[in-house]
Every structure is written in structure tokens, then in C-alpha cells.
């Protein structure tokens, strides 16, 4: 089985339209493949760097506009993982760390990041 690594569930188009046309052509040429439901801790440092202090900024207006127009996009959300779920195979477990994906190493014959 292959492992494929990938943001996606960003509800965002673009992201689900590739890992899904991704998984399905590997299956396509005969392999088995699945999405590993990878979601690092990413706020588990106390200093943020500029770079890092800017990618904040940047998802807080996206963030804010989420919030007041919240129904809406519950309803997109929703959509968004019906399609996921019945669409593109995912992993069983949801790894949080390197560490759970290093033991899970014999799960995979290889891993796809992209």
C-alpha cells in the first residue's frame, strides 16, 4: 500500500480535486493507495519568527471572515467532508506527529508527498 502524504483537507478545491484525481490514477495503474490523515501540532512553538509571524497574520483575516459568515461555511465544511469520506481513501488513524508515522513505517511500502 502506498502512503501518500498531502494537505487536503483545507476545504479548499484545488487541494481536494488533487489528492482525489492523485489517489485515483495510482489505483488506476494498480496499486493501492491511501491519504495519511497527517495534522501536526504546528502551534506548539512559544516564539514565532517574522516568517512565521506574518503566515499568523495572513490566516487571521480568513479566520475572521470564517467566524462572521460562520453558518455558511459550516454548510461548505459539511460538503467538504461527505466528499472526502466517500471519495478519497484515507488513512484509519490520524497521525500528529513524525514519530506516529515512524511507527506505522510497515503499514506503507512507500510513502508519496505532494
Request: glycine letters at 4%; aromatic letters at 16%.
Amino acid at each position: 500500500m502506498l502512503g501518500i502524504l498531502t494537505r487536503y483537507k483545507t476545504y479548499n478545491y484545488g487541494s481536494a480535486l488533487q489528492a482525489y484525481a492523485l489517489v485515483s490514477k495510482i489505483n488506476s495503474l494498480g496499486y493501492h493507495a491511501e491519504i495519511i490523515q497527517y495534522f501536526p501540532n504546528e502551534n506548539r512553538l512559544p516564539f514565532l519568527r517574522l516568517s512565521q509571524f506574518k503566515r499568523v497574520i495572513k490566516r487571521f483575516l480568513p479566520a475572521l471572515v470564517r467566524r462572521l459568515f460562520w453558518s455558511q461555511y459550516k454548510i461548505k465544511a459539511k460538503r467538504f467532508d461527505a466528499f472526502f469520506e466517500e471519495s478519497i481513501p484515507q488513512s484509519s488513524k490520524q497521525y500528529t506527529s513524525v514519530e506516529e508515522l515512524r511507527k506505522s513505517c510497515e503499514k506503507y511500502t512507500a510513502y508519496l508527498c505532494g
